[in-house]
């Protein structure tokens, strides 16, 4: 038990693990993380409607989007974005690789007869001769990348992009990072029983890596017929951090909000959105 206590609360190297697939490909975490997407009551894995349908009246006025423009979204998820644009005229593509955040999506376009373009895949592994006026990714995604696959990612943002055409995400910042406190507690059947439909006790240790400016929620499920490791990176930049590592993506950052609904920039927000273009 001993050693078993040890490997739980063991730090990892930055990113050293990877479990996003595990988490969005299985049927049941998926299925209670689009519970989660759909409670507006809570900012979880989607924010709350009102800032929703504040965020996209802020981006169709921005990006001046109408039936002539093209915008595709990484991790769509049950399309509460998509939808939205769609409604505009525009041709719209979502990309998830949670199955059970498409099937809703789908239909719900089917039901208010939007034609929305829906794709399941990874979006690391993301191929498409299409171009797009925009790209948006949403809920700051981008931070549980490490450096190789925000760099491969960019890569397919630019070969995505028009000329003229905007990707706009949001990160969180180095004021997330310095408020974050590390911790470890357990729990028995941790988020009403939100990673098993079993009984199970989930230690949670959250740790902070000072010079990567980076932080991990680990998660311990151990159940009876065995255990799950999840790892949940949170990369946090500054405003000088973000803009060089897209200009080593050939991609120059061009405004910077403190959030996608378009907020005026706060240098004591907790996140920040940016707007970039090729």
């Known amino acids: 038990m ?5 490997e739980i609360n063991k730090k990892p190297k930055p990113f050293e693990f990877y479990t996003a ?8 975490t998926s299925r209670k993380m689009l519970e989660f997407h759909l409670d507006q009551s809570v900012d979880a894995a989607s924010r709350n409607i009102g800032f929703i349908d504040k965020s996209v009246q802020w981006m169709v006025e921005y990006f001046n989007i109408d039936s002539s423009m093209s915008i595709i979204d990484f991790g769509c998820g049950p399309g509460l974005y998509t939808s939205r644009f769609a409604k505009t005229g525009a041709k719209v593509t979502g990309v998830d690789f949670s199955r059970n ?5 789908k239909k719900e376009a089917a039901r208010n ?8 895949c990874d979006y690391l592994k993301f191929d498409s001769s299409e171009k797009y006026d925009l790209i948006t990714m949403i809920m ?15 890569g397919i943002f630019r070969s995505l992009l028009k000329p003229g055409g905007s990707i706009i995400l949001d990160v969180y910042s180095y004021n997330y990072y310095n408020e974050y406190q590390e911790n ?15 009984d199970y006790y989930c230690f949670v240790n959250t740790f902070k890596y000072d010079m990567e400016k980076l932080i991990l929620e680990k998660y311990t499920i151990i159940e009876e017929k065995g255990k799950r490791v999840i790892y949940n990176w949170f990369q946090c930049f500054s405003v000088d951090s973000i803009k060089s590592e897209f200009a080593e993506s050939g991609l120059r950052v061009t405004d910077i909000f403190s959030d ?4 005026g920039f706060d240098n004591k927000s907790k996140e920040f959105a940016m707007v970039a273009k090729a």
């Open 21 to 28: 697939p595990e988490l969005w490909t299985n049927d049941y």
């Open 2 to 6: 001993f050693y078993e206590l040890q």
């Open 113 to 120: 007869n939007l034609n929305i373009n829906y794709i399941y």
């Open 184 to 198: 470890s507690t357990y729990d028995f059947n941790h988020l009403n029983k939100f990673w098993s439909p079993d």
């Open 260 to 263: 996608v609904a378009g907020k």
């Open 101 to 105: 955040s498409l099937e809703y999506a």
């Open 140 to 154: 700051c995604d981008y931070t549980a990348l490490s450096p190789m696959q925000r760099k491969k990612l960019l």
